[in-house]
Structures are given as C-alpha cells and as structure tokens.
C-alpha cells in the first residue's frame, strides 16, 4: 500500500486529479449501481411473492381445516396431461417426518431446505414465508411455505405437522436482474471512463494557469529576467488567479530591489571614487618626494598626512553605512530589544559634544522606552546630532528636546531650502551647498530606515527664525514593559 501510494505521489498533479475525479465517480456509479440492483431485485421478489399470493386462489386444494385430504391427493409422480398447457406452479406438502406429498397439478418437486423444515417443527400463525429453493433439476425457485397443516397417514394412522410448499420459476427473474447487472456494469464503465477523461481535461484546463506560472519561474531562474508578469483577470478570485497575483507582486518586488541596488553599487562606487582619488594622488606624492629624494616641506607633509587621515576616515565612515544599510530585516530582527531614548540620546549628546567642542548644546530629556536595535537607534541619533553640529555656525547653539516619545533637535544654521527638503533621506543625496563638506549622503537615509522599522517616523524641515528642526517620533512608554528585563 505504502508503495503504491509512493507511486501515485510521483505522479503529474493532473494524472493524480484525473485519477481521483474517476476513483471519486467509480465509487459513486458503483454505489448506485448496486442500489439499484438491490431495489430492483426486491420489486421482482415482490411480484414473485404476489403472484405466489395469488395460486391461493387459483386452485382448489384442501388447506389448514382440510389437510388429511391433501394427503390423499398426493401423489409420489408428477403427473402432465398432454393437451394442457405445461405447468408453471409448483404445488406440494411437506410432513415433519420428511415425507413429500407432489399435488396431481405441481409443475416438479421443490427440494425441501432447513427453513421448510424450521417452519413446520415451529408453526407460524402468519400468510406463512418466502425463501429461495431449487426444484429437482437444479432450477430456481420463489417458494411460499405455509405451516400449521397436520396430516394423518393413512398406513399407520399418526398425525404429525406439515407445510403447504407453493413454488414459481425465477428463470425470467434471473434473466431481468443478469441482463440489469450487465447493463449496470456497461454504464458503470463507461461512466468512469467518461469521468476519467472529463477529469484530464478539467486538470488541463485549471492547471494552465500553474503552467504558465511554471514556465515564468523557469524562465526566470533561467534568464534572470524579472520583468515579466503573468496575466491575470482582474475579477478572478480563485486561488490560482492569488498565485498568480503573488508572483508578480514577488517578481515586481525583486525587480524594484535589485535597481535599488545596482543604484545603491553605482552610487556608492561614485562615493568612494573620490575619496580614493584623493588618497592615490596624496600617497603617490609622498611616494615619489621619497623616491627622489626630495622631501616635502614639513607644513606640507602634515597637511598631505592630514588630508590622507581624513580621507581614510571619510571612507571607513562610508563603508560602515554601506554595511548597516546591507544588513538584513532578519539580522535587525534578531536584536530588537527595549531600551531608553533618553540614555541612548545622551550617549549620543556627549559623541557630539566631542565633535563640535565650541557649540553650546542643550538637552531637555524625559524618560521614554522603545523597541529598537540599541546600536541602531544610537546611530541615528548620532547621524542627526552630526548633521546639526556639522551646519551650525560657530558658537552657535543646538537644542535637544524629548518628550513624550518625540524627540526634536534644531540648529541655528543655514537651513535646507524648500525645495531640497524632499530629497533628504534619499541614498547619496547631498545638497549642492554641503558637497564640500564630509559626508557619504547616507547619514540621515539610515535614520529614516532605523525609524521606520521602529514603527515611528522622522521629519526634517525649516525651523521657525532660521535653521532646521529634526523631529523623531517613536513608539513606546514612559516606562519599560513587564517583559523588558527578559
């Protein structure tokens, strides 16, 4: 069994449905085939045994008050006179003792079976009982059996109990039911052939649609192309139709993040362009100051020293956001926890007091728990920081405010003009008049997706008398959950 069903696995899904469909109708046919038969069978037993009822009447034979006198028209030969009709109607007593009286009009003998002779040694007071019998040349018979006779020899003078044994054919009955069941096991047959087909063609029919979607997967994983779609009618609900949908959601999505990121390699490869430019050139002049022999001036070798410092500080700062912005939904996953803004905002404060020594920055920070990455949230809050440290004039001041889950950071500086606001979390965007200053572009693109993934949202926009105002918003609660400690 377990390997037959192994084999029926190994078949094509629409073999496997062909099959069922026509197992299923199989079943069916049969069930009703053989309901039929049956109900069938009882209408003719029914008529046989009306037609058994009726004999009662046709003949005059001595019955219950008169059954010593059957005896006496018994005889052991079955007699026929040769200008009447042959006889159909079997007619014959049965005494306890075995003996077997044939009436002058009986068709044959009926062969005596165990029900004859339990209903002669039990009485019945009823219209007596039909069963199935033989008669002497093996034919079959519908037999009423009528108990409650007593029959007297005449030899020995005893009494003892019999049953009247009225027979007819069932030849033609036979006949109609063999010809019924033929007829039953044709239709039965060709139904399931029917079925079977009916049942290819309706697997080949539904199934298209998954072929199609096959040959899109395979022409997918073979070309690697991801525009391609797969039509689906725009009122079809089934769940081929969602199959359908879902792939060319799936390839529509692939699609978007694979120009995401060949525009995140092309943009990051015009990054480090740059700065690897600047570092090649400034090596390759102390190289050759020392290959000549000709040392540099020591003002500037400190600023050609200098300038590589920072070119190579520039380039960790931009490999180190290519990498958080690499990582996986999955890896972040993994690590969200619940943690303060307030003491993540201050770690955050004192790295960008160290950066800008000579700004005057103030905090106003109240309690407030989130869950988030720690090291992420510590990042983006150091990215804002940097930026309002970075375009605030010196001396100037940076407020810091947090409350009630919003945290606000402003500047006194330049501002952003209105129509670069739009552009700012985008990757590598940088506003013309900040390309001279260090920077990947990618800074306040990994606040926005720390953010977001926080479930919270950040803004950047023009503050009221000059500067810019950042404003996260984040969810959470002025005190950390129950479950925050496991």
Request: proline share 5%.
């Amino acid at each position: 069994m377990k390997k037959v069903l192994r084999r029926f696995q190994t078949l094509p899904i629409r073999s496997r449905l062909a099959m069922l469909v026509a197992a299923a109708v199989a079943f069916a046919v049969a069930a009703v085939s053989v309901t039929c038969w049956f109900i069938v069978q009882g209408k003719l037993y029914e008529q046989v045994n009306a037609d058994l009822q009726k004999q009662l009447g046709n003949r005059q034979f001595p019955l219950r008050d008169q059954a010593d006198q059957a005896v006496n028209h018994c005889t052991t030969k079955v007699t026929q006179d040769s200008g009447n009709p042959p006889r159909t109607t079997y007619f014959q007593v049965v005494s306890e003792t075995g003996r077997t009286c044939v009436l002058p009009f009986s068709a044959g003998t009926v062969k005596v079976t165990q029900t004859d002779k339990r209903l002669i040694k039990e009485g019945n007071d009823g219209d007596g009982v039909f069963h199935n019998s033989v008669d002497s040349n093996g034919n079959a018979v519908r037999v009423l059996a009528l108990p409650g006779f007593a029959i007297t020899d005449r030899d020995t003078g005893v009494s003892s109990k019999a049953a009247l044994l009225i027979a007819l054919p069932l030849k033609n009955t036979e006949k109609t039911l063999n010809d019924l069941a033929l007829i039953l096991l044709l239709v039965s047959g060709v139904g399931v052939l029917g079925a079977g087909a009916a049942g290819l063609a309706v697997a080949r029919a539904g199934l298209r649609p998954v072929d199609k979607l096959t040959e899109a997967v395979e022409h997918v994983a073979r070309t690697e192309d991801l525009g391609i779609r797969i039509p689906v009618e725009d009122d079809a609900e089934d769940e081929v139709a969602r199959l359908s949908r879902s792939f060319n959601s799936m390839t529509s999505s692939l699609a978007s993040s694979r120009e995401l990121q060949q525009q995140l390699i092309a943009d990051a490869g015009h990054e480090l362009r740059t700065p690897l430019t600047s570092l090649r050139t400034n090596v390759e002049l102390l190289t050759r100051s020392e290959e000549t022999g000709r040392p540099l001036p020591e003002a500037d070798r400190k600023a050609l020293l200098a300038s590589v410092k920072a070119q190579m500080t520039e380039l960790a700062s931009l490999i180190g956001d290519l990498q958080e912005l690499s990582r996986s939904e999955g890896q972040r996953g993994e690590r969200v926890q619940v943690v303060s803004l307030r003491d993540t905002a201050e770690a955050a404060l004192r790295r960008a007091r160290l950066r800008g020594p000579e700004l005057t920055i103030t905090a106003d920070l109240e309690s407030w728990y989130v869950r988030v990455e720690p090291s992420a949230l510590e990042r983006a809050l150091v990215n804002i920081l940097d930026n309002a440290v970075k375009f605030s004039p010196d001396g100037g001041t940076v407020d810091v405010r947090l409350s009630e889950g919003v945290l606000t950071v402003r500047d006194h500086g330049p501002g952003i003009p209105e129509d670069e606001l739009p552009h700012v979390f985008d990757r590598f965007w940088r506003s013309p008049s900040a390309r001279a200053l260090p920077g990947s572009g990618l800074g306040l693109s990994i606040v926005a997706r720390t953010v977001q993934q926080a479930g919270g949202e950040v803004t950047l926009e023009r503050a009221h008398g000059g500067g810019t105002v950042a404003t996260v918003r984040l969810p959470g609660a002025p005190t950390p959950p129950p479950d925050a400690a496991r």
